[in-house]
C-alpha cells in the first residue's frame, strides 16, 4: 500500500547522501519533495501542513547543523515525525475488571467488519481469551449466516438467536448477548453492528442505541483503507455521532495510497489499534506506529518477523534440528527439510516475509513476482518420495528420478537441480551448527568460521618461499603489498567499502528460482 510513498521518500533522501553540511535550501527542496510524496499518497491536507511544519523546524535546529551526518539526522527526524502521526506508542485494548470485556464494532457497509470481527475473535483466542461473537447485523442480507461461517472458521462461539434478514432486534440481541457470555464463561464479547452504504442518522441511532445497552469497554471504528480522503471524513461523523475509541484498518494489503492510515489518527485523535492486511483469518494483527513507519521509509519490520517466527516455530523443535545437525550433515534428511519448509509456509506470504527484511525495498520489483508455488511444487517432488530415499537422497538414480518426476508433474532436471541444491544446504546448515560460518566467507564474529582459515594461510605462508630473483622477488612484494591494500579498504564481508548497491544486488542461485 505504501509503495509509492516509499519509493518517493527513498529518492528525496538519497538526494541528500554524502553532504556534509546541509544548506537552508537543501532542507525546503527536501520538505518540498516530502511534502509532494504526502499529497501525493492521498493525506490529509491538514496532516502534511502540521507534518512539513514540524520536520522544517526540527531540521533547521542544531539537531541536524550540528550531527555528524546531516542526512542521517533528517532521516531520523521524519521517522520520528512519521510514527507521530501514526499515533506514537502502540495502543493496547482495555479490558473490563469484571468479565466480560465488551468490543462494540462499527463502520460502513463493506469496510470488512463481519470478516474482522472473526480475525479479532482469533487473535484473541491465541491470546488465551475465550471470545463470543454478536450477530447484531440484522439488516444486511445472509449477515448473520456469514457470521456463522467465520466464527467456525476461527474457532470460535457465537451467539445469533436471530436469522436477520430485515428481521429482529439489534439492540435487545447485543443486551440479552452480555448474560449468555456470563453463564458460559466467555470472557470477551465482540459486537458486530449493521452498516450502510453511507453516512444516515439510521445507522447512528442504531450503533448509539446498541452502544447504550451493551456499555462496551471498547467501541472500535474499522475502516477501509482503500477509500483514502472519505475515510477521515467517515472517522469524523462516526466519532461526533456515536463516539469511538480506537481505529481498526482493514484491506491495508490493497493497492491504496495509504493516505487514511497517515490521516486518521491525526484528524480524530483516536489511535489506530488494529490492522488487518490480507483476506486469511490470520492476517490481523496488533498495529505498531514505530514499526509501520520504519517499514515506509524501507527499513523493514524484523520485530514482527521474529514475532511471526516465534508464533510458528517451536523452540524444543529448533534446538532438536540443531542437535541433528551437530552430529553430521546425514542427520539432516529430506523429511526434515520439508518440515522446515513447512513451518516457514505458516508464516504466511514469502514476498510478505521478505518485504519484512531491511533493504528488500530496492529489490520490490523481485519479490513482486516471486512465485509462492515454487514451494508447494517442492513438496510435492519430496512427497512423491519414498521414505527410504527421502532418509537417504543417495539412493536416487535416473530411474527413480523419472518415476518421481512423474508422481509429481514435474520434468526429470527439476527432480535433480532438487537434490542438489539439498545437498548443498545441508552442507551448509550442518557447517553452520558447527559453527563453521558460512562456505566461502570469511570467519563471522561468534561464529567460528574464520579460524581454520588462518590456520590455513598461516601454514601456507611459513611453506611458502622468496625467489633467489631480486627483480622476481620485488614483483612479489609489489603484488603482496596491492594484495594488503585491498583487503584494508574493503570489509569483512570482503564488498568494496559502503557496502554494494541494492541496485545491482544479484540473488543467490538459490533464491533465483523463486523469482518469476
Not at 24 to 53: G, S
Not at 75 to 88: A, P, R, S, T, Y
Not at 189 to 203: F, H, S, Y
Not at 353 to 373: A, C, V
Request: charged share 25%.
Amino acid at each position: 500500500m505504501f509503495d509509492t510513498l516509499s519509493d518517493r521518500l527513498a529518492s528525496t533522501f538519497k538526494n541528500l547522501r554524502g553532504k556534509g553540511r546541509l544548506s537552508e535550501a537543501d532542507i525546503d527542496a527536501t520538505a518540498r519533495e516530502i511534502r509532494i510524496a504526502l499529497l501525493e499518497a492521498d493525506v490529509a491536507l491538514p496532516v502534511v501542513r502540521a507534518f512539513i511544519k514540524q520536520v522544517k523546524d526540527r531540521a533547521t535546529g542544531s539537531e541536524v547543523s550540528q550531527a555528524l551526518n546531516p542526512a542521517q539526522q533528517v532521516i531520523k527526524i521524519v521517522n520520528e515525525e512519521l510514527i507521530g502521526i501514526l499515533g506514537g506508542e502502540t495502543r493496547r485494548l482495555r479490558f473490563a475488571k469484571t468479565p466480560p470485556t465488551v468490543i462494540m464494532l462499527a463502520g460502513l457497509q463493506g469496510a470488512g467488519k463481519t470478516t474482522l470481527a472473526g480475525k479479532l475473535g482469533r487473535w484473541l483466542k491465541a491470546q488465551g481469551h475465550a471470545p463470543l461473537l454478536v450477530a447484531c447485523d440484522l439488516q444486511r442480507p445472509n449477515a448473520v449466516n456469514q457470521l456463522s461461517v467465520v466464527a467456525e472458521r476461527a474457532g470460535v462461539a457465537i451467539y445469533a438467536p436471530e436469522p436477520g434478514n430485515g428481521t429482529g432486534d439489534p439492540v435487545k440481541v447485543a443486551k440479552d448477548s452480555i448474560e449468555f457470555a456470563r453463564g458460559k464463561q466467555h470472557d470477551v464479547v465482540i459486537v458486530d453492528t449493521a452498516g450502510r452504504l453511507g453516512i444516515d442518522q439510521e445507522l447512528m441511532q442504531q450503533a448509539a442505541d446498541i452502544r447504550d445497552a451493551v456499555s462496551p469497554d471498547e467501541i472500535l471504528f474499522i475502516v477501509d483503507a482503500m477509500i483514502g480522503q472519505d475515510a477521515v471524513n467517515t472517522a469524523e461523523a462516526f466519532r461526533d455521532g456515536v463516539g469511538f475509541d480506537g481505529v481498526v484498518l482493514s484491506k491495508l494489503d490493497g493497492d491504496a495510497r495509504g493516505g487514511a492510515a497517515l490521516s486518521i489518527a491525526h484528524v480524530t485523535g483516536k489511535q489506530i489499534m488494529f490492522a488487518s492486511n490480507g483476506e486469511k483469518l490470520d492476517d490481523f494483527d496488533a498495529f505498531h506506529p514505530d514499526r509501520m513507519a520504519s517499514r515506509i521509509l524501507g527499513m523493514g519490520d524484523m520485530l514482527s518477523l521474529i514475532e511471526k517466527a516465534e508464533q510458528t516455530f517451536s523452540q524444543a523443535e529448533a534446538e532438536k534440528m540443531a542437535a541433528k545437525l551437530q552430529k553430521g550433515p546425514k542427520e539432516f534428511t529430506l523429511d526434515d527439510f520439508l518440515a522446515q519448509m513447512e513451518q516457514v509456509r505458516k508464516m504466511g506470504s514469502i514476498s510478505k516475509l521478505l518485504g519484512m527484511l531491511p533493504g528488500m525495498g530496492q529489490m520490490k520489483d523481485q519479490i513482486n513476482n516471486l512465485d509462492e508455488r515454487e514451494v508447494d511444487r517442492t513438496a510435492a517432488i519430496i512427497k512423491s518420495m519414498t521414505p527410504a530415499e527421502r532418509q537417504e537422497p543417495t539412493i536416487i538414480n535416473g530411474s527413480r528420478r523419472a518415476r518421481i518426476a512423474k508422481g509429481s508433474g514435474v520434468d526429470v532436471s527439476t527432480v535433480k537441480n532438487l537434490v542438489e541444491r539439498f545437498f548443498e544446504a545441508r552442507k551448509m546448515m550442518s557447517r553452520m551448527a558447527q559453527g563453521g560460518g558460512m562456505p566461502g566467507m570469511p570467519g563471522m564474529p561468534g561464529m567460528g568460521g574464520g579460524a581454520s582459515r588462518k590456520k590455513k594461510q598461516v601454514k601456507q605462508a611459513k611453506g611458502k618461499r622468496k625467489s633467489g630473483n631480486p627483480m622476481k622477488r620485488k614483483a612479489e612484494e609489489q603484488a603482496a603489498a596491492a594484495r594488503r591494500e585491498a583487503a584494508e579498504a574493503g570489509n569483512p564481508l570482503g564488498l568494496p567499502q559502503g557496502g554494494q548497491d541494492p541496485q545491482n544486488f544479484e540473488l543467490p542461485e538459490e533464491f533465483k528460482k523463486f523469482m518469476g
